[in-house]
């Protein structure tokens, strides 16, 4: 197996960085992050929707201000079709509502405060990502 982008350093960097930013959103509005819950919520609950949006417009704002000062260009190319990215997306929002949150609440959130839904989930997030790939390059 060729590890071809092993950089532990900023992957250290990043990690802390998001950790940070999850205890911070938490004392300053006493929630947890999870963008699907955040972005339900910013749709569909009169509670908490300005700093809802705000949370969304600084996830789509942060990237394109980074780009700004830095050299480095992120080249996205949709080689698929938009109906399947479409359906796609609907199967992750059905599965967020199943599980009761995505993998950033679990995975970030859950697994920080030792919840054991939030452990299983993320578990079973990775192993049938794992799988998914797996099938893909044997096809």
Do not use: W
Not at 54 to 70: A, H, R, T
Not at 92 to 103: E, Q
Not at 124 to 130: E, K, Q, R, T
């Amino acid at each position: 197996m060729n590890i071809v982008n092993f950089t532990p350093i900023t992957a250290f960097t990043g990690g802390l960085i998001i950790g940070l930013a999850v205890v911070i959103f938490f004392l300053l509005n006493g929630r947890l992050v999870g963008i699907s819950g955040i972005a339900s919520n910013a749709l569909s609950s009169k509670e908490n929707k300005f700093d809802n949006i705000l949370f969304l417009l600084g996830l789509i704002l942060g990237p394109i201000i980074y780009s700004f000062f830095s050299n480095q260009s992120v080249n996205i190319t949709i080689s698929n079709s938009y109906v399947v990215i479409i359906l796609a997306g609907i199967l992750v929002g059905v599965g967020t509502r199943i599980s009761g949150g995505c993998t950033s609440g679990h995975g970030i959130s859950g697994i920080g405060r030792f919840s054991l839904r939030s452990v299983i989930a993320t578990v079973s997030f990775m192993i049938v990502g794992i799988l998914t790939v797996l099938i893909n390059n044997l096809i």
